[in-house]
């Protein structure tokens, strides 16, 4: 039998215990071990980032990235978002500014954000297209994320005021 | 004809899109999310080489793997399956498999498929099968291609030319004998394709008591084609049942992608339990069989000193790949527009379709046409750089006046309506043309090199399947694409609208299905329920494709709701005792006209209708409301005989002007947008809002044809842009900020007036940029008749027109 390992990760907030094999991609782990489908897989070749999750307060794109580099983390997937069925104010305002359409990217776009937010809470429309450069969206063109992340900002400002 | 009503309350609102609170959720519902007790994994092996015979497989160490359930290589394939489902000319002279039988065609082409207990494992098999090829001499280039002696993609054929014809619509060789000039360009328009981040994926699930074969996949268009599907899966055709999943984008390219969910469905019939298959990125950029148009051009343009438009020669190559699928299809949407808004009066067109060692053509956005735009809007500025002119003034010279619709052209189609000169006034107004070109004018002062384009073209919506066999005398082909749905009113009064196809792939069927019926039934869009049927047990449904999905299903909306609608009224009428005429949908209620006191909730009509059959008018026979619609599409003719007139196929015309400043860097060849306008008339607009997010969505795929994108083939067929680090897909750096404007012509001919635009922003991106970067190397001479521009082309058009003449 390949080689198994014993790993821990909490995974928004959750705690989990698995035995998995060292080539396990951490994407497939979320994906099928944990039946946390929203993350999601694109090109697995770290281009797109599509699958990018929150791995100890960074986002990692998780189709690099080894179950098994994860042992120990904390990870934050798009299912963490939301509390109590509550969109997050970045939920919300990508769903004002219709910041989407086949909801592919969306997932490790928002990931993508929520880390960009808390570093720059108040951030320009140049600022934003620089920050999410990494994740590409084949919909859009982009120009309603951007609408969306700053309008995103602006709701947080007024919630932790 | 449509009824016009002046004041609609839904249709036209950018209410919040119903798809998005699961979509942000991470709650999607993809294919590849699916999971089915038992279900088992497969992978396929590509072949490494462009064109090699398969002397022999031996797939042993493979089979012997734990996990591993089944191997197919082709060598069993022909007792599996019959060939795949092939519109194009000849089938049986360039026969298509599941996977390749006797010998490979292209680099990526599927040779041999695992299934195992999961991915990995079936991916390791796939390594231990052991292909013994002979390699065989490559043909990359469709012009050797068409030469004597080039090596031949298909034998039985005796030629790589699939198909050649030339047509003649109008007095062509009047219009260029008395044409006062003529520019001539050799234009070359490499392939890109749709890449979208969710790649063709299928689960499917057998049943062999039944001999019910259910598979869930993200492509299912044509409903009433699956059974060509079933006589490929060597079933019975009523023991089919395809399941639409949600798609992540498709842009064309899940257009009829039936090789996934067929060798799902061969596989699951094969090991008896549930398959899985899923491209990864490497299946889909190399084996897709939807890479976009490849075409060669030459081009003739006749005009007059003044300025105006007469003829139009066009000699076309165009690279279809290992395989042609659909016939020239993508040739009938560009004759669908080929004169773009312009009054030119002529067309002459010939065509080589020509088989290659490469990923076959599919479906990407704009189907064709997006390339003609651009060929017909390069060629109006060469006639105009030729002639002195500005790109405005030519253009407002040619064009079809609102007052001459509907209005025929040359190859026989129909444009329905339009206002092209209001959509130019209003692009040049946001743009601030005039000012644009006073800060042109102090940047080349500075020594900088900045440009400005301005395109007009078309933008065609709701094919005819005519488009796809006009091309030949005999035999004709079929006429039907229709769309339907089921609407439902429940007891309490709520709607559940039931749609046949691959209804989502990215854009918005359920916000547009619940404007539409709040519309009809003065209803809130939060009423509607929209759902997902299969195909056994459906109605024939076409699919999204060829901007046609929003017309369509309108028109089954509005013909499902009539039929309730007047089931409703008789019923309120007895109740009432008032005439039906006398009565009105109105804010939830169905009510006296003009005694609005006078009436009942639409709950309280739908229970009778359901549960008190003795209540209900004689004349009543069944108890429910629910009525099928099948819509077909609206106006389309059959060709004339001889093909010089190739009737309606594709009526339903929005227009769009672009404008674009940009500046480039001579040093690098890189360029920086300044501005980007789009101004479109796409009728009338249901969703402003998901209208435009399709525009910008199109403007940076256009960009990414215009300036990045190519699939490149190395001489010896290897695809050498086979991952993303290559194949450059716009970022939010690249993409500008697009200001939209709109102007609303509805259609005369369709539900509410609407017009497709799904494509819109990528049918008139790459000409407005490739117009943008000549005009800023003006100064250079430069003639931009080549896309993507990339910057080392830029460097050396520069070079080479800089360069001493001999």
């Known amino acids: 039998m390949a080689d198994m390992h014993a790993i821990r990760v909490t995974v928004n907030g959750l705690p989990y215990e698995a035995t998995v094999e060292s ?30 999750v929150i791995l100890n307060g960074r986002t990692v794109r998780s189709c690099l990235v080894f179950a098994v580099q994860a042992d120990g983390a904390q990870i934050m997937t798009v299912e963490g978002l939301a509390r109590d069925s509550q969109f997050h104010p970045l939920q919300e305002a990508f769903r004002d500014k219709q910041g989407l359409q086949c909801g592919f990217c969306t997932p490790g776009m928002l990931m993508r954000a929520y880390e960009f937010l808390q570093e720059n809470p108040n951030p320009t429309e140049e600022e934003i297209r620089e920050a999410i450069a990494g994740n590409l969206c084949r919909c859009t063109g982009y120009q309603f994320i951007v609408e969306a992340i700053q309008d995103a900002a602006a709701r947080m400002a007024v919630a932790s005021r | 004809m449509a009824t016009q009503a002046p004041a609609r309350k839904w249709i036209g609102q950018s209410i919040p899109r119903v798809e998005d609170p699961r979509l942000l959720l991470g709650r999607g519902e993809y294919v590849t999310d699916l999971v089915l007790p038992g279900m088992v994994h497969a992978a396929i092996l590509r072949s490494p080489l462009a064109h090699a015979r398969i002397a022999s497989i031996d797939a042993s160490k493979a089979r012997s793997l734990p996990g591993v359930l089944a191997v197919v290589t082709g060598r069993e394939i022909k007792e599996l399956t019959n060939p795949m489902p092939d519109f194009g000319p000849d089938p049986s002279k360039h026969t298509w498999w599941v996977l390749a039988t006797d010998k490979v065609r292209y680099m990526g082409e599927p040779v041999a498929a695992v299934v ?11 390594e231990l099968i052991e292909v013994n090829y002979e390699p065989l001499p490559v043909v990359v280039d469709p012009v050797e291609a068409m030469k004597p002696g080039a090596p031949l993609v298909h034998e039985p054929l005796g030629t790589n030319v699939a198909y050649s014809r030339t047509f003649v619509f109008g007095d062509v060789e009047r219009d260029f004998t008395e044409a006062e ?17 969710e790649t063709v994926g299928a689960v499917a699930q057998y049943n062999p008591a039944t001999g019910m074969m259910t598979i869930y996949c993200n492509s299912v268009t044509f409903t009433f084609l699956l059974f060509l599907v079933a006589n490929t899966l060597k079933i019975p055709s009523n023991k089919l049942n395809l399941i639409p999943c949600p798609a992540g984008g498709s842009f064309g390219s899940k257009f009829w992608a039936v090789r996934v969910p067929i060798l799902a469905g061969m596989l699951a019939k094969l090991v008896g339990r549930p398959v899985k298959f899923v491209e990864d990125r490497i299946d889909n950029i190399t084996t897709s069989d939807h890479h976009g148009s490849d075409r060669i051009y030459d081009v003739e343009m006749a005009a007059m000193r003044d300025g105006t ?23 009938g949407n560009s004759l669908a527009q080929v004169v773009g808004p312009y009054k030119i009066k002529s067309v002459q067109y010939e065509l080589y379709a020509v088989l290659t060692n490469k990923c076959q053509q599919g479906a990407y956005r704009g189907f064709g046409s997006e390339v003609t735009n651009w060929v017909v809007e390069r060629m109006v500025d060469l006639v105009a750089r030729e002639l002195g002119m500005d790109p405005v003034e030519i253009r407002r010279k040619n064009f079809i006046q609102p007052h001459e619709f509907p209005y025929t052209i040359p190859t026989g189609n129909m444009y ?4 092209y000169p209001g959509v130019l006034e209003k692009a040049l107004q946001l743009a601030d043309y ?32 005519t488009e796809f066999w006009f091309w030949f005398d005999q035999p004709t082909g079929i006429t039907s694409s229709p769309e339907s749905v089921t609407l439902k009113m429940d007891p309490m009064g709520n709607i559940t609208a039931t749609l046949y196809s691959q209804a989502f792939w990215g854009q918005s069927p359920e916000t547009m299905v619940a404007q539409v019926v709040a519309e009809e039934f003065d209803i809130d869009p939060s009423q509607v329920s929209v759902i997902y049927g299969g195909s056994a047990g459906g109605l024939p449904a076409t699919g999204p494709g060829g901007s046609r999905f929003t017309i369509m ?25 008032v005439a039906p005429e006398d009565l009105e949908f109105a804010e939830g209620k169905i009510r006296v006209r003009g005694t609005p006191e006078r009436a009942m909730t639409l709950q309280e009509v739908a229970m009778l209708a359901y549960l008190f059959k003795l209540d209900l008018p004689p004349d009543i026979e069944e108890s429910g409301l629910e009525a099928d619609y099948t819509f077909d599409h609206p106006y389309t003719t059959m060709p004339a005989p001889d093909r010089k007139n190739l009737g309606v196929f594709y009526p339903f015309v929005g227009h769009a002007c672009h404008i674009a400043a940009v500046e480039v860097d001579i040093e690098t060849g890189q360029h920086t947008f300044l501005k980007y306008v789009a101004v479109h008339d796409a009728g009338t607009v249901v969703n402003p809002r998901s209208l435009n997010g399709q525009i910008i969505g199109g403007v940076a795929q256009g960009l990414g044809t215009a300036m990045y994108e190519q699939y490149v083939y190395s001489p010896d067929g290897q695809l050498l842009t086979g991952s993303y680090m290559d194949y450059l897909i716009p970022t939010a750096m690249e993409v500008p900020k697009v200001e939209i404007g709109h102007q609303e012509t509805p259609s005369p001919f369709t539900p509410y007036g609407i017009k497709g635009a799904g494509e819109g922003g990528r049918m008139m991106t790459p000409a407005v940029v490739s117009a943008a970067i000549e005009d800023a190397l003006a100064p250079f001479g430069v003639r931009v008749n080549e896309v993507p521009i990339t910057p080392e082309k830029i460097l ?5 027109a800089q360069a001493p003449r001999p």
Request: glycine content about 10%; aromatic content about 6%; proline content about 1%.
């Open chain 2, 181 to 197: 000039v003529v520019v001539r360009d050799h234009l070359r328009w490499h392939r890109s394709g749709a890449q979208p981040l």
């Open chain 2, 796 to 800: 050396r058009w520069i070079e080479e």
């Open chain 2, 309 to 331: 438009l007469r003829s139009l020669r066009v000699k076309v190559v165009d690279d279809y790949g290992a395989y042609i699928q659909f016939g020239v299809g993508t040739h």
């Open chain 1, 23 to 52: 080539r396990l991609l951490l994407a497939d782990f979320l994906r099928d071990h944990l039946g946390l489908v929203g993350t999601h897989l694109g090109c697995e070749h770290g281009v797109c980032g599509a699958c990018t």
């Open chain 2, 553 to 577: 299903v309108a028109g089954a909306i509005q013909g499902a709701a009539r039929r309730i609608k007047e089931k409703m009224l008789k019923i309120a009428s007895h109740k009432l005792e």
């Open chain 2, 116 to 126: 195992a207990t999961d991915r990995y494992i079936a991916e390791d098999a796939c």
């Open chain 2, 434 to 465: 005039q000012g644009l070109r006073e800060m042109q004018r102090r940047a080349r002062e500075e020594g900088r090199y900045v440009g400005i384009g301005l395109i007009s073209a078309q933008e065609r919506s709701v094919f005819s399947s």
């Open chain 2, 416 to 419: 329905d309506s339009g206002n």
